[in-house]
């Protein structure tokens, strides 16, 4: 199991989870931030330090939002606008920096 970021990060993109995650598996997108679900040590230090309540244990996301553990695992294993392969296992999320663009579904979603 890993964390997902959810809902309420997006169009807030706060940051402060980055600053927290010791392995620096967390990456920003576009209107969200993403975390990488392969890389993620299950350590649960990005969910207090998020000020919205957007990041959820994989087991404890609300139903209205399971579909944001795919977006999670989607932004990785997909190719996205301007990146022609898949981000894969890119590591350093605060290397690359924001990214820019999102899955297909949290470029439409309305909260």
């Known amino acids: 199991m890993t964390y997902v970021i959810g809902a309420a990060c997006v169009d807030v993109l706060d940051k402060a989870c ?3 995650c010791p392995v620096d598996c967390i ?3 576009n209107r969200m931030a993403y975390i990488q679900p392969d890389e993620c040590t299950d350590c649960g230090a990005c969910e207090p330090a998020c000020p919205v309540e957007a990041i959820y ?3 404890d996301l609300p139903p209205d939002q399971e579909q944001f553990a795919t977006e999670n695992a989607r932004f ?3 190719p996205l606008p301007g ?3 898949p981000l894969g296992h ?3 999320g ?3 920096g924001a990214l820019g663009v999102d899955t297909a579904y ?3 979603y309305h909260p």
């Open 18 to 20: 980055i600053e927290e």
């Open 27 to 29: 990456f920003i997108g």
């Open 57 to 59: 244990y994989e087991d």
């Open 76 to 78: 990785f294993t997909d």
């Open 83 to 85: 990146h022609p392969t």
């Open 90 to 92: 890119p590591g350093n």
């Open 94 to 96: 605060t290397r690359l």
């Open 106 to 108: 949290v470029r439409e």
